[in-house]
């Protein structure tokens, strides 16, 4: 399986540590194809290559060779939110994690939408559970 993580990067990165220990799970069930999501060496202010342009040309490759992507949406991220949309748009299945008791109050978008998964957590358990649910039902 080709999982897309998607999470905040020009954001905000006050959840890189948990970004690390999502991707570390997601391991389990396939090769995770936006591992640098977590990197602690990506700013707030943007990745380490070359332009905008070549950011999303790869990161759209990469969605769309992925068979489904699961997004940590608590810090607000319109990156994310398009990936979440494009990957909706495009029939795959879409699991969406965010924490209780946050400062930020979740998109009507992404809280609204039918056509995604969307489980809201308290600690890494919970994450690890709903990640074990969604894609053990989608295999």
Same mark, same amino acid.
């Given at each position: 399986?080709?999982?897309?993580?998607?999470?905040?990067?020009?954001?905000?990165?006050?959840?890189?540590?948990?970004?690390?220990?999502?991707?570390?799970?997601?391991? $389990?069930?396939?090769?995770? @194809?936006?591992?640098?999501?977590?990197?602690?060496? !990506? /700013?707030?202010?943007?990745?380490?290559? &070359? =332009?905008?342009?070549?950011?999303?040309?790869?990161?759209?490759?990469?969605?769309?060779?992925?068979?489904?992507?699961?997004?940590?949406?608590?810090?607000?991220?319109?990156?994310?939110?398009?990936?979440?949309?494009?990957?909706?748009?495009?029939? $795959?299945?879409?699991?969406? @994690?965010?924490?209780?008791?946050?400062?930020?109050? !979740? /998109?009507?978008?992404?809280?609204?939408? &039918? =056509?995604?998964?969307?489980?809201?957590?308290?600690?890494?358990?919970?994450?690890?559970?709903?990640?074990?649910?969604?894609?053990?039902?989608?295999?």
């Amino acid at each position: 399986m080709k999982i897309y993580f998607a999470g905040s990067i020009r954001g905000g990165r006050e959840y890189v540590e948990l970004y690390q220990k999502i991707i570390t799970y997601l391991k $389990k069930f396939g090769t995770v @194809l936006t591992e640098h999501v977590a990197d602690r060496g !990506l /700013s707030k202010f943007g990745e380490n290559i &070359e =332009n905008d342009i070549s950011i999303h040309t790869r990161d759209m490759e990469w969605l769309y060779l992925s068979n489904v992507l699961v997004a940590e949406v608590t810090t607000p991220s319109l990156g994310v939110g398009y990936e979440i949309g494009r990957a909706i748009e495009n029939n $795959k299945p879409v699991l969406c @994690l965010y924490k209780q008791g946050s400062n930020y109050k !979740l /998109s009507a978008m992404i809280a609204g939408c &039918e =056509n995604l998964t969307l489980n809201e957590y308290s600690n890494i358990e919970q994450v690890q559970n709903y990640i074990d649910d969604f894609l053990n039902g989608i295999q």
